[in-house]
Nanobody, 116 residues
C-alpha cells in the first residue's frame, strides 16, 4: 500500500531553520511530482512548494519564496523542504503529497512551530 511519511518538524525560534523530508513506501517517489502543503490552526490548507519528477521544475508560494527550497534526492528516493528564516506565521502542520493516476496521496503531516 502506498504511504507517504513526513519527518523533520519541530519547535524552532524565529529566524531558525528546519529541513522536512518526505519518503514513500509502496512506490518510488522518483517518478512523481511532489507537493508540500501546510495548514495552520483555523486556516485553510495552502500550497507551499512543488517539484517535478525530474526536479527540473519548482515553484513556491509567494509567502515562502527566497526562504524555502524544495529538492529531491533520487539516491534516497526522498523529497525535502529546506526552510530558512522561519517566521511565526510559518507555524503549521506540513504535509507532502503526490498524484498517482487518479489518486492523490497525503502523508500524515509533521508539526512545525516557530516561536520564541
Amino acid at each position: 500500500q502506498l504511504q507517504l511519511v513526513e519527518s523533520g518538524g519541530g519547535l524552532v525560534q524565529p529566524g531558525g531553520s528546519l529541513r522536512l523530508s518526505c519518503a514513500a513506501s509502496g512506490v518510488t517517489l522518483d517518478y512523481y511530482g511532489i507537493g508540500w502543503f501546510r495548514q495552520a490552526p483555523g486556516k485553510e490548507r495552502e500550497g507551499v512548494s512543488f517539484i517535478s519528477n525530474s526536479g527540473g521544475r519548482t515553484n513556491y508560494a509567494d509567502s515562502v519564496k527566497g526562504r524555502f527550497t524544495i529538492s529531491r534526492d533520487s539516491a534516497k528516493h526522498t523529497a525535502h523542504l529546506q526552510m530558512d528564516s522561519l517566521k511565526p506565521d510559518d507555524t503549521a502542520v506540513y504535509s507532502c503529497n503526490m498524484v498517482c493516476g487518479a489518486t492523490v496521496y497525503w502523508g500524515q503531516g509533521t508539526q512545525v512551530t516557530v516561536s520564541s
